[in-house]
Nanobody, 123 residues
Framework: QVQLVESGGGLVQAGGSLRLSCAAS????????VGWFRQAPGKERAFVASITWNGGSTDYADSVKGRFTISRDNAKNTLYLQMNSQKPEDTAVYYCAADPLPSHYYTRTFDYWGQGTQVTVSS
């Protein structure tokens, strides 16, 4: 099984930037379709972004398009989320997640999750 550990969260002012990292261990990250999710207090966990095994295709929630960039470095076994132009509504616990390959659009599930990292955006 793959283990995932997020890092890079913190406090940032609106309009600022943060980069989150998700380090994978136990298995090579290239064996997984991976993504980022976030959860604010009292709300459901929401999709943020995802990326294919080789970085060839990405998907973003409408709320973060043009501001966030997901990437992966399989050589370093690490997933990233670059967050620019941040807004207070981006405040949440951010999680990385992985779906073992093969991962198809209509049957995709994320079976493995990190513990999350807190991101707080002040106005």
């Amino acid at each position: 099984q793959v283990q995932l550990v997020e890092s890079g969260g913190g406090l940032v002012q609106a309009g600022g930037s943060l980069r989150l990292s998700c380090a994978a261990s136990g298995r090579t990250l290239s064996r997984y379709y991976v993504g980022w999710f976030r959860q604010a207090p009292g709300k459901e966990r929401a999709f943020v972004a995802s990326i294919t095994w080789n970085g060839g295709s990405t998907d973003y929630a409408d709320s973060v398009k043009g501001r966030f960039t997901i990437s992966r470095d399989n050589a370093k076994n690490t997933l990233y989320l670059q967050m620019n132009s941040q807004k207070p509504e981006d405040t949440a616990v951010y999680y990385c997640a992985a779906d073992p390959l093969p991962s198809h659009y209509y049957t995709r599930t994320f079976d493995y999750w990190g513990q999350g990292t807190q991101v707080t955006v002040s106005s």
